[in-house]
């Protein structure tokens, strides 16, 4: 059977009763099969003897030593067993916290073997982290130099919860693997372990256990690995099939556009588009065309999908990426033209009011004249207007409706959901995507089928593409690269904390010359307890403010502060702002509409400028204290100014206290304002085990695997996916 099938209570096993078992609950260990599938975190390799001289060079020594004295220190409780040895390189000392038994058990002159991490501390080497075993009462240590030690295995090291021991943890799953591993059967395809020489899975299961060498160790671990992403791509790829009759596009040749003749773009457009395309002021760029052609194709075959009594009608779920600023906000909206002229309703979905309020009047300038009836629906929206609007959508007379959250509550209803286009996706979870969704879940006539929207994701945060291949391996992918004519890439400039006056003065030079500014903060105001920081419209993973830095809070600049400080003592004479997420929503949008409109020439904030503000006119960033952002945070307000046809500035000041890490993110971000490379590299420096962001997010539930570090095998599963599944084309799908 399959290993998670073993659903036997793990109480069968002798040596578990009910406290220990409610032990085990709190590491989430039930059954045998979660027993068997906890796996080591790490091994110990004590196949060769380390001597005591050697504790420098290895984590532990592992020896054989004789017990030359004992002696005790502290008083009463704390009086603390010492227990000097040598075996023969050095002598240590183990220091026995509430282990005053060994007194006993380990007489002066016992032969014991020893295991134990050693540090010089007081002028000694000592120990507190050991572990013994005797060997004999008396006898020579000399006689011991060539013997093996004792014990001599690799030891599976496992997470553990408080009053659960390695040792009893070995012992359980020992017991586990001895009576029921025998009859684990493989999780991925013979012909698969084969290729790639894996071990078979109860292979694996017993040798991450109980490996007899590391090696075999790391093999097991690998073959598990593997396994997990195997079935994962295998999941994916099938519902891609499922739903679509083919693999996501784009899925192994990684990102790229592709090229379109202008023709077939102009062909594949819908009345409502061909109008806006005629009302734009500006040309399209090949990447936006060659999106738009794509959602069009995706958009036909959903919609006649609604008439099929095919059992499961073709959805479209497409993800655009694009750099900040690459104009994906338009091709949302020619997707909302097409669904129109198909005769459906369509709802945009922003993480924050500014943004959704932005899109909105976006619309009502691009698309109002296009007979298109548009609304705005936020939580704030007062009761008076709620009603009707809610009614107008219910029966059908909105067309477009942008919004928050408050788009899928539960009492919102819509008439023909056709399209959700979720923008900034990365701030919405698995589970809001879904609600949104459901919410144009509607039976297909005549059949038993249900259809749902189409589904158009705007990711202005590059996901790389081996996450996307995991996260979001059942999309597919449009990628916009081409910025907009007539941007000029954005200068960027790193400045030390201490020479901000330069700065200060450069931004003079660009106000003097009609532009404007941003100056942004990692506070709203002066730290006094954790609350001020600015998370209200944050998501962990890519934005949160880093709080590990050696300096004191009371150093750090905040907007509040600084917007006195600017706006008295710098720039006196400049109308000036300060923003934040404690500022009213009214406020925030009366704010920015005076920036927007150049009444405001400084806008001080946090980093809710992040998304949703298009001011073209803006040509400098200060991001002070740029090193408390993280690298996605930054490159995404960087991408606030350059929006226009003029040169603008990014300037990051950074903290005297460096760390290395920090340093390479301000590099990388001087370097590039390729938002692709800086997601890599990003995910690079944050290393495996990190992208918890997007588990929590509930788009990726692996276990042993990691998306990152593991990357090149979740390629290699994926091919695998691929090529198992055409053998089997007639059989398995
Ligand atoms: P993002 O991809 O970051 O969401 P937006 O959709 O907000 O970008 O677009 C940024 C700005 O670029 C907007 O002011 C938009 O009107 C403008 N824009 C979009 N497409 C083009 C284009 N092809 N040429 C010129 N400006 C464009
Ligand atoms: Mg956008």
């Known amino acids: ?73 502290g008083y009463g409780k704390m009086r603390t067993l010492k227990i000097t040895v040598t075996d023969g390189t050095a002598t240590g000392h183990l220091i026995a916290f ?75 799953i020992a017991k ?101 395309l005629e009302a734009l002021p500006f040309e399209l760029t090949e990447g936006q065309k060659r999106t738009i052609y794509d959602i069009n194709q995706d958009i036909d075959r959903t919609e006649k999908g609604r008439f099929s009594s095919s ?44 943004l959704a309020r932005q899109h909105a009047e976006n619309a009502a300038k691009l698309l109002a004249p296009l007979d298109v009836n548009l609304a705005f629906l936020t939580g704030n929206l007062k009761a008076a207007g709620r009603g009707p609007l809610l009614q107008a959508l219910k029966e059908g007379t909105i067309h477009i409706v942008i919004g ?33 969704l459901e919410k144009g879940r509607q039976p297909i006539p005549n059949t038993d089928n249900y259809a749902v ?45 201490g020479n901000e006056q330069n700065v200060y003065e450069y931004v003079r030079k660009e106000i003097e010359a009609g532009h404007q500014a941003y100056f942004v903060y990692p506070l709203i105001e002066e730290l006094k307890t954790d609350e001020t920081r600015d998370e209200a419209s944050y998501n962990e993973q890519d934005h949160s403010v880093f709080i590990d830095s050696t300096e004191k809070s009371s150093s750090i600049k905040s907007a509040e502060d600084m917007y006195r400080f600017l706006s008295e003592t710098v720039y006196p004479s400049v109308p000036m702002a300060v923003i934040h997420s404690r500022c009213d929503e009214e406020e925030q949008s009366r704010i920015l509409e005076n920036f927007r409109l150049g009444k405001i020439k400084i806008l001080v904030a946090t980093s809710v400028v992040e998304v949703g503000v298009d001011v073209p006119n803006a040509t400098c960033m200060v991001i002070e204290h740029a090193d408390r952002f993280g690298l996605a945070a930054l490159h995404q307000l960087r991408g606030r100014v350059g929006r226009g046809e003029y040169q603008s ?46 588990q929590q997010s509930g788009y990726l539930t692996l276990g042993i695997a990691d998306p990152i570090r593991d990357r090149d095998m979740l390629e290699t599963a994926r091919r695998d996916v691929i090529e198992y599944l055409d053998i089997k084309k007639d059989t398995a799908v």
């Open 311 to 354: 059992p499961q009608p073709y959805t479209m779920a497409r993800l655009v990426q694009g750099d900040v600023g690459s104009g994906k906000t338009l091709t949302a909206f020619f997707a909302c033209l097409r669904i129109i002229d198909w005769g459906g309703q369509c709802a945009i979905l922003a993480p924050t009011e500014l």
């Open 176 to 276: 586990a693997l001895q009576e029921y591993g025998r009859g684990i059967d493989n999780e991925v395809p013979q012909e698969v372990i084969e290729k790639h020489g894996l071990l078979t899975k109860q292979q694996a299961i017993f040798a991450i256990h109980q490996p007899h060498t590391l090696q075999n160790a790391l093999k097991a671990r690998n073959t598990l690995i593997y396994e997990e992403l195997f079935n994962f791509q295998l999941a994916i790829v099938r519902r891609a099939l499922l739903h679509k009759g083919r693999l996501p596009e784009d899925s192994l040749q990684g990102y790229g556009e592709k090229e379109l003749p202008s023709s077939a773009f102009l062909e594949s457009l819908s009345p409502r588009q061909k109008k806006l």
């Open 453 to 497: 929207p189409a589904l158009l994701m705007l990711s202005a945060t590059p996901i790389p593409r081996t996450l996307a291949l995991t996260v979001f391996g059942d999309l597919d992918v449009s990628v916009i690269k081409t910025m907009p004519q007539g941007r000029k890439p954005i200068k960027t400039y790193l400045t030390r904390m």
């Open 98 to 172: 509430n282990r005053p038994f060994l007194e006993k058990s380990l007489p002066v002159g016992a032969i014991v073997a020893l295991t134990a991490h050693f540090a010089v501390k007081y002028n000694e080497l000592q120990s507190t982290d050991f572990e013994t075993e005797k060997i004999a009462d008396s006898g020579n240590i000399a006689d011991y130099k060539t013997a093996t030690v004792p014990g001599s295995r690799v030891f599976p090291i496992y997470p553990l919860t408080a009053g659960l021991s390695q040792g009893q943890l070995r012992k359980v």
């Open 1 to 73: 059977m399959k290993l998670s099938e073993i659903k036997t209570p793990i109480s069968v096993l002798s040596g578990i009763g009910p406290a220990k078992a409610h032990l085990f609950a709190n590491l989430g260990i039930y059954s045998v099969s979660d027993l068997l599938a906890w796996y080591p975190k790490d091994w110990e390799d004590r196949t060769q003897k380390r001597t005591l001289s050697e504790y420098k060079l290895f984590p532990k020594v592992h020896t054989i030593v004789q017990v030359l004295h004992h002696s005790w220190f």
């Open 404 to 436: 928050t959250h408050a788009l899928f509550s539960r009492n919102v209803q819509y008439k023909d959901l056709h399209l959700a286009v979720i923008d900034e996706q990365h701030r919405f979870g698995v589970l809001q995507r879904n609600a949104i």
């Open 649 to 694: 500035y990014c300037f990051l000041v950074y903290g005297k206290n460096l760390t290395e890490t920090g340093k390479s993110r301000m590099k990388i971000l001087r370097e590039t304002n390729d938002g692709f490379v800086i997601a890599e590299e990003d995910l690079k420096l944050r290393g495996p085990g990190e992208v918890t962001g997007i």
